[in-house]
């Protein structure tokens, strides 16, 4: 079995991250003639290219695997439910998640990027802006999938240009020399994005939101300053009155607008950055599975584990309960940290915080989900998890969650609520403040990296904090509270590790990162899931992590196929024993000249 995996694996990596051979006595009759030299003639060819880059982003939040929710399972805030033992991850296995095949995917998206930017000069343009503005958001693009890749993974070939054939003699680039490039490819993008906003437009605002987390990145903590300062003085500001559908609906407040799908691409909104357009109505060759935020961040609390006082079944789907709380079925099970613990503060608890972001009106507590079953006794009652067969199922039975985040009415009439189609944040003006206050923190300036952090809290009606109480951790407390189901959580506590490392903060170091880091030391100390007595098994795993996962294993099937040179495997995974040295330089491109790369 695994070798029929690994072969074809070996075929997409052939195809999709190597592009395909020019002479295969296999190759097949074309039914189409989109191939790069027939489609990149004119201007609007090139820009249709572009089209389907903004489409790759909906891979971050739609569909059932999306890659954000992967970024929450390897988080303090929860586990993956279907694959809760992470030592089960091999460079060939990922099982029920997409841990490992998401490279594939990636690699993918870049290929797309990099077919424009090395074919940008072979179409007539009018002038040298027109031509850089096209240069700038296909850069953007693949700037923002390597931020993303080597947050996932690590040291990773960096291809500059678009393959043309069959290539098998790939090697390694270090994480650092893959930041700088992208670095200086956003440097040169942000001269020429445009800085009028829309929906799903890549924007000056999100070339300097990306650039301020490469600069963190590299540990450019005033360069991420700068950057950061431009996002939050252009044309956006945080939201802070009600807005958009359900503006006077007076049982809602301000969080319940800034996350309702439809509010994110308004033009009233100005804490949009970007933001993706993923609708119902759609052409269906457009359309995408949905969201299924309400599947997988949200509760099996009509699991027919869930048991009444007197051992009935507690709970029927459909009707109005179905269609609010969801079809859940949790790729993400939830820990007490992100429901309870993040929200005591100032004497104040998850019940009686004044914090919108866990008012009760925003989220859907143990004690709501009632007993619908109208034979049983206890009918309209709270479920207790004592009462279930095995109690430790309530992992993913009976837990709280954000109702205000991931509640995404279904569309289509023939499919259950797990999540409509809906339109999600790439970048809001929220987190750049937060990436502000990082870099603040990291130059020693407490009190600005608390004015920046007040500056959301207060909005959310949250106790001002002081300077006395910013540290990396509290940092990374406040974004789970504002970016949850948002950002890509494992990706920046993983920078952070990087960080800390190449300070020796803490004993940290780069030479043994895989064996010693601040994400494992932060995600295994704070999430529950993994300190549980007796320990949930949900399909014959128990939840447990180790220092090595803060970045995850290279699909073997690239490193297999890649005969004539050496992509490396993550240290502390099957076939680490065979890497090279990464090269630590990285050619600078010739955008200027017309052999751009």
């Known amino acids: 079995m695994k070798r029929l995996i690994t072969n074809v694996l070996i075929f997409s990596v052939l195809l999709i991250f190597m592009g395909s051979c020019s002479e295969n006595f296999l190759q097949p009759e074309p039914k189409s003639f989109f191939a790069p030299e027939n489609v990149f003639l004119d201007r609007s060819g090139l820009e249709a290219t572009l089209v389907t880059m903004k489409k790759n982003l909906l891979s971050e939040h739609a569909g059932q695997k999306d890659n954000i929710s992967h970024q929450f399972h390897a988080s303090e805030t929860g586990s993956p439910l279907l694959q809760m033992d992470y030592t089960n991850l091999t460079p060939s296995t990922d099982r029920y998640q997409q841990f490992v095949n998401q490279l594939n995917n990636m690699f993918n998206y870049v290929k797309d990027a990099n077919t424009v930017i090395t074919r940008i ?3 007539e343009w009018e002038d040298e802006q027109s031509r850089n503005k096209a240069l700038a958001e296909a850069l953007w693009h693949r700037s923002y999938w390597y931020y993303r890749m080597v947050h996932n993974y690590g040291d990773l070939p960096f291809v500059s240009e678009e393959v043309r054939g069959a290539t098998l003699d790939y090697n390694t680039h270090s994480r650092w020399a893959i930041l700088d490039r992208i670095q200086a490819d956003m440097e040169f993008a942000i001269e020429y994005l445009s800085e009028a906003k829309g929906p799903h437009k890549i924007t000056l605002g999100a070339g300097n939101h990306l650039l301020t987390k490469i600069y963190l990145a590299n540990m450019e903590w005033d360069l991420a300053i700068e950057a950061a300062t431009r996002v939050i003085n252009g044309p956006y ?3 802070t009155e009600r807005f958009g559908e359900d503006a006077d609906d007076p049982k809602r407040n301000l969080l319940w607008d800034l996350h309702r799908p439809y509010n994110k691409n308004i033009s009233a909104n100005n804490e949009t950055i970007l933001a993706t357009v993923d609708r119902f109505e759609a052409p269906e060759e457009a359309r995408t599975a949905g969201s299924y935020s309400m599947r997988i961040y949200t509760a099996s609390w009509w699991h027919s584990n869930n048991r009444d006082s007197e051992g009935n079944v507690a709970f029927v789907r459909g009707g109005a309960m179905h269609d609010t709380l969801g079809n859940g079925n949790p790729d993400h099970a939830a820990s ?3 429901m309870y613990d993040i929200w005591e503060e100032d004497g104040y608890h998850w019940s009686n915080t004044p914090d919108l972001r866990r008012a009760d009106i925003n989220w859907i507590d143990k004690h709501e989900i009632t007993i619908n079953n109208p ?20 992992v993913y039975t009976l837990f709280a969650w954000p109702f205000y985040k991931v509640y995404s009415p279904e569309q289509n009439p023939a499919s259950l609520p797990n999540g409509g189609h ?5 970048y809001r003006l929220a987190e750049t403040y937060l990436l502000r206050a990082e870099a603040y923190y990291w130059k020693g300036n407490l009190q600005a990296a608390a004015d920046d952090i007040n500056m959301i809290r207060e909005r959310a009606n949250a106790p001002l904090i002081s300077a006395g109480d910013v540290d ?3 940092i990374f407390d406040e974004r789970a509270r504002e970016l949850y189901a948002e950002e890509p959580r494992q990706n920046e506590l993983n920078r952070v590790s990087h960080i800390m490392a190449a300070q020796g903060i803490n004993g940290y170091s780069p030479d043994n990162l895989h064996e010693n880091n601040w994400f494992y030391d932060r995600v295994y100390n704070l999430n529950n899931l993994y300190h549980i007595s007796p ?26 196929s890649n005969v004539f040179g050496t992509v490396n495997q993550n240290r502390g995974y099957a076939g680490a024993q065979n890497n090279e040295p990464p090269i630590e330089e990285i050619p600078e491109p010739g955008y200027q000249t017309g052999l751009a790369n």
């Open 121 to 123: 000069d072979d179409i």
């Open 237 to 239: 500001s945080l939201m």
């Open 336 to 338: 007490d940290w992100h």
């Open 375 to 394: 034979d049983s006794p206890d009918f309209g009652d709270p479920m207790k998890g004592e009462w279930m067969a095995n109690p430790s199922d309530s």
């Open 422 to 426: 809906a339109d999600w944040y790439i």
């Open 472 to 474: 990396i951790d509290y």
């Open 535 to 560: 320990a949930p098994v949900v399909l014959g795993e128990s939840p447990k992590i180790e220092p090595r996962h803060f970045q995850w294993p290279i699909d073997d099937g690239i490193i297999n």
